[in-house]
């Protein structure tokens, strides 16, 4: 396919990630509106995020293994579909058990739209290009966490919420054009991303371990960092947003950065960001007293964490065992275990020592991730290892 058809399919596939990462954290910026809206309580709205994280968890591999045999194209623009029209229901309904319903269809495409992302956009460019195409879809969700979610809440507080999820459904509408026009009608097999560069399964596993671990330390940081630098750092409640704008700034350069580094060395990729990020929380538990050095950390473990998402989705494809899909469905799912044992450990320390506290186990959980993530040294396949393998597979297709 033409150069200019395979970047128009790449941003419509980054559209992509930026609509369902701003669906599932809307409501935590609308929520006080839609409770009164719905007349629930604020924490039956937090459930919408919840039970979303919940359903992509659990859903990622089993959904992706159910449609591994559909073409790239038509799978990802039914799911586009399926979150406009749910979506669309998310604005019409009056009733909390009907939203609910519709965000756990949202979450059910999102669990496959993820597993299928970066295997679909890394076909549309040559190999050596890999990490820059991947930086680029996950740029996507960096600008919705920086941009997005403001700008929905903003607009939901002015306009009520129902508008915010009306214009993520019109844009919604937008990027499903361009994806189904645009995108090849490729099956899932056949393309070069379709299985790993360089399979090998301990190496696999060490990078699901490697992202628990590391995004439950930045999620327990970051969950509660509005308390961290009103109470910690001495900020005004009306500086948390600005402060939060200057992370998500920081994210978006993040995600810009770490493209041709993924491309040279996606392991050292991995090992940088998740130093960065350790070092980052761990200055901050130190130092976040000082309001200037809170913010300039806080935006560091912004930048890090994303680029750590990014090299987790270039590495996938590099070491997944099997089907580069099942494989990213997996990393997925380890995410969002991440994402709960985060938020749920944070905050079973808050009561009884502090916001410091959440933000120093984050920090070491990190720490954890590094050591684990230093240990692919040791699985990592001799030479004589590969050359082996790779007779093995020589043989196998000639029989």
Known sequence: MGRGRAVGALIGLSGGTFLYTTAEALPIGLLLPMAVDLAVSPSQVGMLVTAYGAVVMVASVPLTALVRRVPRRWLLSALLAGFVLSTAVTVLTSTFTLLLAARMVTAATHALFWAVVVPAAAELFRPALRGRVVAVVFAG???????GVPAGTW???????????????????????VVAALLPSTRPEEGHAARGAAPDARRFWLLVAVAVLATAGAIAAYTYVALFVTEVSGFSAASV????FARGIASVLGILAIGPLLDRSPWNALLITVA????????????????????????????????????????????APGRSDLAAATVSAAVNVGITAGAFV???????????????????LGVVALLLALGERLVRPTPAALEERRQAESLQLAQ
Do not use: C, D, N
């Not at 969700?141 to 941009?147: I, K, P, Q, S, Y």
């Not at 309001?291 to 990014?310: D, E, K, R």
């Open 241 to 244: 947003g600005a402060i939060l």
């Open 155 to 177: 607009l939901g507080e002015r306009a009520g919420w129902r508008a915010s999820f009306l214009a993520v459904a019109g844009l919604g509408a937008v990027v499903l054009v």
């Open 141 to 147: 969700g960096t600008v919705a966490l920086a941009l």
């Open 346 to 364: 944070g905050g079973l320390v808050l009561p009884s020592h502090g916001v410091r506290a959440a933000v120093l186990i984050g920090a070491l």
């Open 276 to 319: 960065i990020q350790s070092a980052a929380l761990l200055g901050l538990y130190a130092f976040g007293q000082r309001p200037s050095v809170s913010v300039g950390l806080i935006a560091l473990a912004g930048l890090a964490f994303t680029a750590f998402t990014a090299a987790l989705g270039g590495l996938v494809l590099q070491v």
